[in-house]
């Protein structure tokens, strides 16, 4: 088989899982999204301020994927919520596959948010759905304003944009107003948050996105039968 052919196999397979995982998480409520950036754009960071900043109540499990080594999950398990790292061994993205798997062992009716953190990588995570309500992309101020339109794939499927080290701002030829431009050439509806997680701002902004787009998510639930 050529490798066009066996590419769409994969992605096909890939995208059944998926559906299935998806069907999963509506069925017990858990909100999940999927956070896709470069390495190093502060994914982690990210969640570590995330996971300080929930109230206690929310019953919050992460999973966080790279190529080699459980430093990002060794990072997350400090907040004392549930969190396992998905090591791919080369692969340059994570997989539904992946997911379900690593969910084996979870029950996800004790769950009400997941997040996915994806391998560093703009391109690959762009063609993998995960069974997650929204993709979220994260871009720091280092990395140039012009990566909206350089990777647009990943911009066009994310319903958010995560503008993060807004700290580095002075110290780096870095135009906000371009890169929100950039990506609402590709996606006109982005939504934008900014954030500089090492201070912690920016983060009633996100927490807010989260909670907010976790509600229309329950909204847009099929209703069970007998409740209308
Ligand atoms: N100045 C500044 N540095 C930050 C900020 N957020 C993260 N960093 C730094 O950026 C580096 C990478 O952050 P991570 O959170 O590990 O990035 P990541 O996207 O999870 O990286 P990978 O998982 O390897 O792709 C670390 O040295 C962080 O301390 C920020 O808001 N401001
Ligand atoms: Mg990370």
């Known amino acids: 088989m050529n490798r066009v052919p066996l590419e769409r196999k994969v992605l096909s397979e890939n995208e059944r899982i998926a559906a299935e995982l998806q069907a999963r998480f509506e069925q017990h ?3 999940c999204v999927n956070l896709i950036s470069s390495p190093g754009s502060g994914k982690t960071s990210l969640l570590e301020r995330t996971l300080q900043s929930f109230p206690r109540g929310p019953r919050v499990a992460v999973l966080t994927g790279d190529i080699q080594t459980e430093n990002d999950a060794a990072r997350l398990k400090r907040f004392g919520f549930p969190v396992k790292q998905i090591t791919t061994g080369g692969t340059c993205h994570l997989d539904a596959r992946m997911i379900e798997r690593h969910l084996e062992d979870w029950n996800l009716a004790n769950l009400d948010y997941l997040f996915i953190e994806n391998v560093g990588n703009l391109v690959c995570p762009a063609s993998y759905d995960l069974g997650e309500a929204a993709k979220i992309v994260v871009l ?4 140039g304003e012009d990566k909206p339109l350089k990777y647009p794939s990943i911009f066009f499927k994310s319903e958010l944009m995560v503008l993060t080290k807004t ?4 110290y780096v030829p870095f135009n906000v107003d371009e ?3 950039n990506a609402r050439r590709v996606h006109p509806e982005m939504e934008v948050v900014k954030v500089a997680c090492l201070a912690g701002d920016g983060m009633r902004e ?3 996105w989260i909670e907010q787009r976790k509600q229309a998510f329950l909204a847009e639930l099929p209703q069970p039968a007998g409740s209308r």
Request: glycine share 0%; proline share 6%; charged share 20%.
């Open 29 to 31: 409520e858990v909100f």
């Open 140 to 143: 720091s101020v280092t990395e």
């Open 167 to 170: 700290d580095l701002l002075p």
């Open 179 to 181: 890169a929100v431009a």
């Open 206 to 208: 996100w927490m807010t």
